[in-house]
């Protein structure tokens, strides 16, 4: 298949490559690449397969986290120079998890006009595939590497009344389940969404707790992941049970932790709460 250079007007596009099924390109993806003056992209090795399958002679450049600094003004310079900037990341949509949003911040700060080119996303195709609701959902990237950092930042996201979306390596997979279903209940419905479009692609489905115990029997798992979580089940609590609940935490625990806690068993506003027990030990004395 061969795809026309059609002239691009000056711009930062910001095209969505496949994330693994080469067919989920778009047409309008191709023509961008094919057209653009200047195509940078994570690595040119990833891209050249890409141009490759369309038969697109276009000659991508490399800009990722390290090079950023000293090829991103080269960007900028082609688009002061009235040339069109195409930029891809090796999967995906530009700027999720890339460093790409500095180079857009920085174009729409001189005033250049930033295009985004919509295709394959992989927290959306977790999602859509997860069976969880999706009216509401929240994407937060990659947890911590460290287990206390891991804990702690799940606890921000306990009471989010949304579906929770992150991307998780295959190595770490089953401490990042075992630290949510501890944090946010064994018994919230998640997904672990696992090589999404391509061959093996698998979506596991159960409880924390059950997909906790499940791969923490598993060897090697392989592949890229995203772990969606369920929204925190609907708990009516009375005002009295809650002050409750926040006296017997703040016996053992700082008032921040103690908040945080009853914020998961609760299902309300950790900051609600730390207040609320900032307000009742002022009360009490």
Do not use: W
């Not at 090795?45 to 141009?51: A, E």
């Not at 002679?57 to 600094?69: G, L, M």
């Not at 995203?226 to 009375?238: S, T």
Request: glycine residues 8%.
């Amino acid at each position: 298949m061969a795809v026309p250079a059609r002239p691009l007007e000056p711009a930062l596009y910001l095209v969505a490559t496949p994330i693994g099924n080469l067919g989920d390109i778009t047409l309008r993806a191709l023509e961008t690449l094919a057209g653009a003056d200047v195509l940078a992209c994570e690595d040119t090795r990833v891209t050249r397969v890409l141009l490759d399958r369309y038969g697109i002679q276009n000659r991508p450049y490399a800009y990722h986290e390290h090079n950023a600094d000293e090829v991103g003004p080269r960007l900028l310079q082609a688009l002061e120079a009235g040339k069109s900037v195409a930029l891809v990341s090796d999967a995906g949509t530009p700027l999720v998890s890339d460093p790409g949003y500095r180079l857009a911040q920085s174009a729409i700060a001189t005033g250049y006009r930033v295009v985004p080119i919509p295709g394959a996303s992989a927290p959306l195709a977790a999602l859509v595939g997860s069976g969880l609701p999706n009216d509401a959902f929240l994407f937060a990237g990659f947890l911590p590497t460290k287990d206390k950092a891991r804990r702690d930042r799940l606890a921000e996201f306990a009471a989010a009344p949304a579906t929770l979306m992150f991307f998780e390596s295959p190595h770490r997979i089953g401490a990042a389940l075992e630290a949510a279903a501890d944090v946010l209940g064994g018994d919230r419905l998640a997904s672990v969404c696992r090589e999404l479009t391509k061959t093996y692609e698998e979506f596991r489905r159960g409880t924390l707790a059950e997909l906790a115990a499940h791969y923490a029997e598993v060897e090697n798992v392989r592949g890229e992941i995203v772990l969606v979580i369920g929204p925190p089940p609907e708990r009516p609590v009375e005002q009295a049970d809650v002050d409750a609940i926040l006296g017997d935490l703040s016996k053992t625990l700082p008032t921040a932790k103690a908040a945080a806690e009853a914020a998961r068993l609760t299902g309300l506003p950790r900051k609600e709460l730390y207040q609320r027990l900032l307000d009742m030990k002022s009360r009490d004395g």
